[in-house]
């Protein structure tokens, strides 16, 4: 058990780590230098992979059409609030009301 | 500052984060019970780790006896996105290096993914309190949603589990949501082709490379004009 208290406390340091040198690290001189920066692309093209990573495998583990479907309504659902109202609290919650009532 | 950036609108900002956190959460702590974790110790091992890949990878890798050398050495790596995360935040930010290391410590893909859409839709450097609110709420939720799972999960997923699928879909809705706010024109093009290269590593069952590859269409130069 201690062994495994040190791999987590060791796991846990490096993600830390990981998550902190480059916000510690890297400041850019003002907005002008972000906007014409790789960094600011960077942010939305990881987002995009994000959302793939997450969406894709529902579909890949769905067992059936009807399940499919549900993906596929709470999804849209999701989609057309954000039309409506740019608020993704909102899409998140309408995504899961929609998938709830079509889901098998 | 203006109060639509302080501390409680940092917390809001995290609420649709532990709508899609805690079933997320619930699972991991009701699994964590192979470990033999008591309900202190699960939500111990979340506060410590705070990465539910990295968790996920932990449990699995145990289950098939793989020695915790190589589990490490595996959750380290799969934490180095995280560094991507940091460098497309840092400008963005206008925090002081306790309110950076603070934010730090809850800078997951899904806290990552709510900062980056609350500066696109401000166009304005975030500061510490809404940064602080959004990642220790989210940090919070995940602590609560492993303990509730080490006591109760088991018994939810088999009473209720309509409602324990849907929330489970509340982190793939979460998402289309931050990539609708986040996308514009100009990187429209970069944005499809990051999402194309994710979907091939999945399809090549490299899901752990799924988002640096992604990455890789930012480093195509913007097109010059005039």
Excluded at chain 1, 11 to 30: C, D, Q, S
Excluded at chain 1, 44 to 66: D, H, K, N, Q, Y
Excluded at chain 2, 7 to 26: E, K, S, T
Excluded at chain 2, 210 to 221: C, D, F, H, M, S
Aim: charged share 10%; hydrophobic share 55%.
């Amino acid at each position: 058990m201690t062994a495994l208290w040190i791999t987590i406390t060791i796991i846990g340091a490096a993600t830390y780590a990981t998550r902190v040198v480059p916000l510690l690290w890297l400041r850019p001189n003002g907005q002008e230098r972000l906007r014409s920066s790789w960094l600011n692309r960077l942010g939305p093209c990881l987002l995009a992979a994000m959302a793939i990573a997450v969406i894709l495998p529902t579909f890949t583990r769905s067992e059936g059409a009807l399940e499919i479907l549900a993906t596929t309504v709470g999804l849209v659902a999701a989609g057309a609030s954000m039309w409506v109202r740019r608020d993704p609290g909102l899409a998140t919650l309408v995504g899961m009301i929609a998938f709830y009532v079509v889901s098998p | 500052m203006t109060a639509d950036l302080d501390l409680r609108a940092g917390m809001r900002a995290a609420m649709p984060i532990a709508a899609a956190y805690l079933p997320v959460a619930f699972a991991l702590g009701a699994a964590s019970s192979q470990l033999g974790f008591s309900i202190f110790e699960s939500a111990l091992w979340s506060a410590i780790m705070f990465s539910g890949a990295n968790q996920a990878l932990l449990l699995s890798g145990l289950a098939s006896e793989v020695p915790l050398v190589l589990l490490a050495l595996l959750a380290i790596a799969a934490s180095l996105r995280h560094a991507l995360y940091g460098a497309a935040l840092a400008g963005r930010l206008d925090a002081s290096s306790a309110g950076r290391a603070t934010f730090a410590y809850g800078l997951t893909d899904e806290v990552f993914a709510t900062t980056l859409t609350a500066y696109e839709a401000r166009d304005r450097a975030l500061p510490s309190k809404w940064l602080v609110g959004l990642a220790i709420s989210a940090l919070g939720v995940w602590i609560i949603g492993t303990a509730l799972g080490s006591a109760v999960g088991d018994v939810l997923q088999a009473r209720a589990p309509g409602v324990s699928a849907a929330l489970d879909f509340a982190l793939p809705a979460l998402f289309v949501g931050l990539v609708w706010s986040t996308a514009r024109q100009s990187l429209l093009g970069r944005m499809l082709l990051s999402g194309a290269l994710s979907a091939l590593m999945i399809f090549l069952g490299r899901p752990e490379l799924a988002i640096p590859a992604g990455a890789l269409p930012a480093l195509i130069p913007d097109r010059k004009t005039g």
